[in-house]
C-alpha cells in the first residue's frame, strides 16, 4: 500500500470517527489501515473466555475495522454486554426480535466478515445442525 493510500484512508476513518462520536473510536487505524471498512460481526458464546473477545473487538478495530458485537445469554452471565457496546461504540445484539437482526448482519452488504469467538461445543453444534434459538 502507498503512502498516499494510506493516508486516505486515515482520513477517510477520522471522518467515520467524527460522525459516530464514540470514545472508543479514537483508536480506530492505530495499528494499521488493513481492515479499513470492513465490518465484521463478532458472534461471542457462552464460555469462560467470553471476557477475551473484548480485547479482540479492540484488536479488530486497532486494524481499521467496524466490529458488531452478538451475544448468546449465556455471556451476559459471565459479561455485561455494555462492555461490548463500550468496547465497540455499536449496540450489541443480545436476543433476537422482530426486527430480523441476524438476518441483516448476514447480508453480504452489512458485514464482511463473522467470527464466533469463543465458540464453544454448543455453539458449534447449534451452528452445524441449523438450530437458531440464541442470537448467534
Not at 31 to 60: N, P, Q, T, W
Not at 66 to 71: A, G, I, K, L
Not at 72 to 93: C, H, M, R
Request: proline fraction near 3%; charge should be positive.
Amino acid at each position: 500500500m502507498s503512502l498516499k493510500n494510506y493516508e486516505n484512508k486515515l482520513v477517510a476513518k477520522k471522518k467515520i470517527i467524527k460522525k459516530k462520536n464514540h470514545p472508543s473510536l479514537d483508536i480506530v487505524g492505530s495499528y494499521g489501515v488493513e481492515l479499513s471498512e470492513r465490518k465484521i460481526v463478532l458472534c461471542v458464546a457462552g464460555s469462560v473466555a467470553a471476557y477475551k473477545a473484548i480485547e479482540l473487538a479492540r484488536l479488530l478495530m486497532r486494524h481499521g475495522a467496524d466490529v458488531t458485537c452478538v451475544t448468546s445469554d449465556a455471556v451476559t452471565k459471565l459479561v455485561q454486554p455494555d462492555y461490548f457496546k463500550w468496547a465497540t461504540g455499536n449496540e450489541v445484539i443480545t436476543k433476537l426480535t422482530g426486527e430480523l437482526e441476524h438476518i441483516k448482519l448476514a447480508d453480504y452488504n452489512q458485514s464482511d466478515l463473522i467470527i464466533v469467538y469463543p465458540a464453544t461445543a454448543n455453539t458449534l453444534g447449534k451452528l452445524a445442525n441449523g438450530i437458531d434459538d440464541t442470537p448467534i
